[in-house]
């Protein structure tokens, strides 16, 4: 069992730069691949990145790549997303997911946190 708690959200301009942690319980969450998600007001969950267990791999979605930064410490069982020239469109709820073995659809996702708000205004 893996219980994730997401923090590090909130309100920033257009520009600027904010750091989402997933902090998660278990000692086996080095295990687990991890992804960040996010879903705004009348749009479905939208996938961003994932880290694989050892964190050697990642993989970005295009509308984030280059822009967003996903790490993890193992050791703190933390991941975390580093999001920069964020832009109004990036406003949403930002949720972070672990499965031992990387679904092929986001309702896969085993475990899921509470989510975060992230506002980005113009």
């Known amino acids: 069992q893996v219980q994730l708690v997401e923090s590090g959200g909130g309100l920033v301009q257009a520009g600027g730069s904010l750091r989402l942690s997933c902090a998660a319980s278990?000692?086996?969450?080095?295990?687990?691949?991890v992804a960040w998600f996010r879903q705004a007001p009348g749009k479905e969950r939208e996938f961003l990145a994932r880290i694989s267990a050892s964190g050697l791999t990642t993989y970005y979605a295009d509308s984030v790549k280059g822009r967003f930064t996903i790490s993890r410490d193992n050791a703190k069982n933390t991941v975390y997303l580093q999001m920069n020239s964020l832009k109004p469109e990036d406003t949403a709820v930002y949720y972070c997911?672990?499965?031992?073995?990387?679904?092929?659809?986001?309702?896969?996702?085993?475990?899921w946190g509470q989510g975060t708000q992230v506002t980005v205004s113009s």
């Open positions: 997911a672990a499965s031992w073995v990387v679904p092929t659809s986001t309702q896969e996702w085993s475990y």
């Open positions: 278990g000692r086996t969450f080095s295990r687990y691949a």
